[in-house]
C-alpha cells in the first residue's frame, strides 16, 4: 500500500518556499514604505514651492499696483 500522507520532506520544502516568499514580500513591502515616504516629502516641498510662490506674486502684484504699474 502506498502511502498517501505527505512526507517530511516534502513539508520542509514547502515551508522553506513559502519563508522565501514571504521573505520577499517583507523587504518588497518596506521599499513601497520608501518609496511612499519619498513622495510625501516630495508633495511637502512641492505645496512650500507653490506657497512661497504664490506669496512673491502677492507682493510682486501689491508692488506694482502701488507703483502705478
Known amino acids: 500500500m502506498?502511502?498517501?500522507r505527505p512526507s517530511m520532506k516534502s513539508i520542509?520544502?514547502?515551508l522553506d518556499h513559502?519563508?522565501?516568499?514571504v521573505e520577499k514580500n517583507?523587504?518588497?513591502?518596506?521599499k513601497l514604505k520608501?518609496?511612499?515616504s519619498y513622495g510625501r516629502g516630495a508633495l511637502s516641498g512641492l505645496k512650500v514651492v507653490f506657497w512661497i510662490g504664490?506669496?512673491?506674486?502677492?507682493i510682486v502684484g501689491t508692488m506694482r499696483i502701488f507703483n502705478g504699474g
Open 2 to 4: 502506498a502511502d498517501s
Open 12 to 14: 520542509s520544502e514547502k
Open 18 to 21: 513559502i519563508h522565501k516568499d
Open 26 to 30: 517583507s523587504n518588497d513591502i518596506m
Open 34 to 36: 520608501l518609496e511612499m
Open 54 to 58: 504664490g506669496c512673491i506674486a502677492v
